[in-house]
């Protein structure tokens, strides 16, 4: 599970105690809404169906693919299923390969995404072994599945702009500045990075 609202509450109003720039924002946008996703292979999976596609596209390909494949899209069922079945439901070959390469990894036991290491830095070495996803997925994935407090997914770019606002920065700041400035935040930085994701559709709405 996710971090609860309750402890992304918590975790805000500490972090207030200790900068007031960030306070103030916390104050003027209010606190944001969990972000939850369900553990495991299917929310990954979806992650894939997802990349660089639009929200609706993406519910349209997996709803094809649960057709086809059964509720969630076994690993099982997946791998069995050949080439042009998996792109009539939209899937295409590179996403296949990410598909498979995810599919493969959890029936061979290689990745048992119920047992990350307790580690961040490793669970997010244990997750870039799939094709497909890179480092920013994996942050996402430890963040709003497992709730992991400290995650800072620092490559995002609602993040960058979301804090660049915030500090009155006249330019974006990279993804290793956001790591610098983000450490005083630790070890609240996920709630921080969904309290930036909120303020950050403030300034774009």
Same mark, same amino acid.
């Given at each position: 599970?996710?971090? +609860? ?10 972090? +207030?105690?200790?900068? $007031?720039?960030?306070?103030?924002? @916390? ?7 969990p972000? @939850?996703?369900? #553990? ?11 990349q660089?596609? +639009? ?10 693919? #649960?057709? %086809?494949l059964?509720a969630?899209? *076994?690993? #099982? ?9 998996l792109?009539?439901?939209? !899937?295409?070959?590179?996403? /296949? ?7 493969? !990894? ?66 974006? *700041?990279?993804? /290793?500045?956001? %790591? #610098?400035?983000? !450490? %005083? ?5 996920? $709630?921080?990075?969904?309290?930036i ?9």
């Amino acid at each position: 599970m996710g971090l +609860s609202k309750e402890t992304i509450k918590t975790s805000l109003d500490a972090i +207030s105690k200790v900068d $007031s720039t960030l306070g103030n924002a @916390i104050k003027a946008a209010g606190y944001p809404e969990p972000r @939850i996703n369900p #553990e495991g292979y299917q929310t990954l999976l979806r992650t894939i169906v997802g990349q660089q596609v +639009s929200v609706a596209s993406a519910a349209s390909v997996w709803n094809k693919l #649960e057709a %086809r494949l059964g509720a969630g899209c *076994p690993a #099982e069922a997946l791998i069995a299923t050949d080439f042009d079945d998996l792109r009539a439901c939209g !899937l295409s070959r590179q996403k /296949q390969g990410y598909a498979r390469s995810l599919a493969e !990894l959890i029936l061979s036991g290689e990745l048992d995404l119920h047992n990350l290491p307790e580690d961040d830095e490793e669970a997010i070495a244990r997750l870039t072994q799939v094709k497909g996803i890179g480092r920013w997925s994996a942050e996402i994935y430890l963040l709003f599945a497992l709730g992991r407090p400290d995650i800072w997914p620092a490559g995002d770019l609602a993040i960058q702009a979301g804090v660049g606002d915030i500090l009155g920065h006249d330019t974006r *700041p990279t993804e /290793q500045d956001l %790591r #610098e400035i983000a !450490l %005083r935040w630790s070890p609240h930085r996920g $709630s921080v990075a969904i309290f930036i994701w909120h303020h950050y559709n403030t300034m774009v709405m």
